[in-house]
């Protein structure tokens, strides 16, 4: 079975900071993806980065980049320069590339940005 | 935008009412997933597709059925609701184009059981 931790319910960060989110993650398979959403009030989950497990490189979309530790099952999100427009729950996901492909979440960790 | 809408957006019924939603996508997408989002559990699948009357179950499935008898539609009914339905459903297409593996979500479904 997969799972998918993220420790902290709440986070806050100063605009024009930056902010790391947590994820761990556990699966014994050795092919999947890594993925951060993003969900605003609007409710709709955008895609923020995505990870695939075999790329050693960490993945990077403008001010997101991730710190992708194998090993240690661990799935960091960081957000440079910090707007007020990053304000969302954001969810870290699994997708394991066998069997059903579902997609698991954790728990969500929402950000607060203050001006 | 990967053209899904979801159907009502907003739906509130009775106890033991049966409901039934839908998602549209506009993409030839094969694979359709329907989630339900409740507070502390991110979000979990209840079932999905892999291609026209080819469903299978997710972790949540009991309470749930779903039919896909065209590519564009993926049904999610409750057969007979109950108060521990009540929750956000999302529907979620996966695309695979240009080499990667991504879902992408429909606005989702507010649903409330009275």
């Known amino acids: 079975a997969q799972t998918v931790t993220q420790s902290q319910p709440e986070m806050s960060v100063q605009e024009a900071e930056t902010v790391t989110l947590s994820c761990t993650y556990d699966?014994?398979?050795?092919?999947?993806?890594l993925f951060w959403y993003k969900q605003p009030p609007s409710r709709q989950m955008i895609l923020v980065i995505r990870?695939?497990?075999?790329?050693?490189q960490n993945a990077t979309e403008n001010r997101f980049s991730v710190n992708f530790q194998k090993a240690a099952k661990s799935f960091s999100l960081k957000i440079s320069d910090s707007q007020l427009g990053d304000a969302a729950m954001y969810f870290c996901?699994?997708?394991?590339?066998?069997?059903?492909?579902?997609?698991?979440f954790g728990q969500g960790t929402r950000l607060t940005i203050n001006p | 935008d990967a053209g899904i809408t979801q159907s009502p957006r907003h739906k509130v019924t009775e106890t033991g009412t049966p409901v039934t939603l839908r998602c549209h996508q506009t993409?030839?997408?094969?694979?359709m997933y329907w989630y339900r989002q409740d507070p502390g559990h991110g979000l979990r699948l209840i079932h999905y597709?892999?291609?026209?009357?080819?469903?299978d179950k997710g972790e949540v499935s009991d309470g749930y059925s779903v039919s896909r008898s065209k590519t564009e539609d993926f049904l999610l009914t409750l057969e007979s609701a109950t108060s521990s339905q009540t929750s956000v459903y999302f529907c979620?297409?996966?695309?695979?184009?240009?080499?990667?593996?991504?879902?992408?979500f429909g606005p989702g479904t507010r649903l409330t059981v009275l």
């Open positions: 979620a297409i996966r695309d695979s184009g240009g080499g990667y593996n991504e879902q992408f």
């Open positions: 699966t014994s398979e050795s092919d999947y993806y």
């Open positions: 990870q695939e497990a075999y790329k050693q």
């Open positions: 996901a699994l997708w394991v590339l066998q069997g059903a492909q579902k997609l698991v």
């Open positions: 993409e030839n997408h094969r694979y």
């Open positions: 597709s892999y291609g026209v009357k080819d469903t």
